[in-house]
């Protein structure tokens, strides 16, 4: 059973800086690719950014967050970071991660992010 916990969410002025964090139950990061999705209220859940298990653990983002949000990995630490700075108030949103292990998508339950203006 593969366990996602999310952590670091908060409430942040526009402008502001936080580090979420997604810690897995195994070293499952290691062998595959993780993404940070978020969902606004209303919204479809929307994917912010990739890292990928080999090939140097390439990365892409969403052009919304570009030159601004930053992902990471420390498979000792089987965690996966997503630095976001210069935040602004669209960033609010419940932020997941997700990984696909074998055709199975695996979800945490999110960390909210409030950025106020």
């Known amino acids: 059973q593969v366990q996602l916990v999310e952590s670091g969410g908060g409430l942040v002025q526009a402008g502001g800086s936080l580090r979420l964090s997604c810690g897995a139950s195994g070293s499952i990061f290691s062998r595959n690719a993780v993404g940070w999705y978020r969902q606004a209220p209303g919204k479809q859940r929307e994917l912010v950014a990739t890292?990928?298990?080999?090939?140097?653990?390439?990365?892409n983002y969403a052009d919304s967050v570009k030159g601004r949000f930053t992902i990471s990995r420390d498979n000792t630490k089987n965690t996966v970071y997503l630095q976001m700075n210069s935040l602004k108030p669209e960033d609010t949103a419940r932020y997941y991660c997700?990984?696909?292990?074998?055709?199975?998508?695996?979800w945490g339950q999110g960390t909210q992010v409030t950025v106020s203006s």
């Open positions: 997700n990984v696909n292990v074998m055709g199975f998508d695996y």
């Open positions: 890292i990928r298990s080999r090939s140097g653990g390439s990365t």
